[in-house]
Every structure is written in C-alpha cells, then in structure tokens.
Nanobody, 128 residues
Framework: QVQLVESGGGLVQAGGSLRLSCAASGRTFSSHGMGWFRQAPGKEREFVAAISGSGGLTYYTDSVKGRFTLSRDNAKDTVYLQMNSLKPEDTAVYYC?????????????????????WGQGTQVTVSS
C-alpha cells in the first residue's frame, strides 16, 4: 500500500505561482512513477504531468508545458509540482497518483485508469 497526501493548494491571482507537494508513505517510493491529474467542476479528470521513479523522465500535457515543472525528492518521498504563470483555466482539484511497474511512456502515464494509488486532492483556484 502507498498513501499519498497532497498539499500546497490555495487561491492565487492569474499570473501567480503555487507549488503542490505530494508526500508518500508505504512501499518503496522510488519504484513508482508519479502523476498529477486535475478535475475542474463539471469536467472529467485530466492528466497534467508525470515523472518516472528515478525522476529522470517527465511528461506534460500541452496546456502546462513551459509553465509547470514536476520534480521529486526520493530521499523525502515527495513529488513537487511547481506551477507558474497560472491561468483561471488551471482552477481545479489536483490529485497526485502513483503507478507501479509500468513503462514510462505517454500513453500509459497519462491514463488515470493505470494508476494504483491516489491522494485525496488539493484545491487550486486562480482568480482573473
């Protein structure tokens, strides 16, 4: 079992920044690929970014490329999503998720059905 706890959400003005954290406990953290997804009201959950177990590979959805940066500290069992130049359309509940034993390829890391563990989510609200 892996337990995931997100933090760092909040209210920010457009153009501002937030850093989300996802702390993991349980099984060996560095064995898990980690992903971030978000869900806005009335919309389906969508992929945001993913990072491989070692941290050497990352993948982003087009709408956040150049603005969001995903990193991880395996010594602290934590992943970080640095979000800059935030836009009102980034408003959503953000979830981190862990994926074990799968190759790090876009079609797999972007599929929420292929993640094994999820956090409870943290709200991000960007005002215009």
């Amino acid at each position: 079992q892996v337990q995931l706890v997100e933090s760092g959400g909040g209210l920010v003005q457009a153009g501002g920044s937030l850093r989300l954290s996802c702390a993991a406990s349980g099984r060996t953290f560095s064995s898990h690929g980690m992903g971030w997804f978000r869900q806005a009201p009335g919309k389906e959950r969508e992929f945001v970014a993913a990072i491989s177990g070692s941290g050497g590979l990352t993948y982003y959805t087009d709408s956040v490329k150049g603005r969001f940066t995903l990193s991880r500290d395996n010594a602290k069992d934590t992943v970080y999503l640095q979000m800059n130049s935030l836009k009102p359309e980034d408003t959503a509940v953000y979830y981190c998720a862990a994926q074990l034993g799968r190759p790090f390829v876009p079609t797999i890391v972007a599929d929420d059905q292929l993640y094994d563990y999820w956090g409870q989510g943290t709200q991000v609200t960007v005002s215009s």
